[in-house]
């Protein structure tokens, strides 16, 4: 909804929908899902799902490793029908380069239609446009970037997240 007009929006979510879904309330359903502006702030039908839950658990385990600036958005839209759980986007800090950096998420069963057995999986893509950019506008503030951060994030819940450098 950001990037298009809400009765725009609604108008083609409106031309998808059956009879059934309209009759249902599918369409305010959705909306009310786009609305949330946090995690606590979604509707009741949807704050109960495992995957909720998990993306609490991942914004928490965040936290912990001073990560402060993750933001839910329930209007990212990855552009791939592979994603079955938590998609993801990461952006660059510095206001000049508001693009993002890269994003993904777990695709579940993708590995599947390869022949061999599905297995849970997480991947991401890099733009090639966003990482010069990063570069420059962060070399030509005079930052060394041998100071990063790497950030492990293991799926098993029994498994805490893991940070070099600590």
Known sequence: MHKMATPAFT?????TLSPTQ?????????LAFLKADSLE????????????????????DMEGLNITNAVFDPTLMRG????TDIAFEV????????????????YDGLVGAFGVD???TIGFGMGGVALPDF??????????FHHGHVFVFRGRRS???????N
């Open 118 to 120: 599905p297995i849970p």
């Open 80 to 83: 791939f029908d592979y994603y």
């Open 22 to 30: 309209r009759d249902d309330g599918a369409l305010d359903k959705l």
């Open 159 to 165: 498994m805490k997240p893991w940070a070099w450098p």
């Open 135 to 144: 570069t420059l506008a962060w070399a030509y503030q005079g930052n060394s």
């Open 91 to 106: 952006f660059d800090t510095d206001p000049q380069n508001n693009r993002s950096m890269f994003g993904g998420g777990r």
């Open 11 to 15: 108008a083609q979510v409106e031309n």
């Open 41 to 60: 702030h979604l509707p009741e039908s949807v704050r109960s799902h495992q995957s909720v839950d998990d993306l609490k658990r991942l914004m928490r």
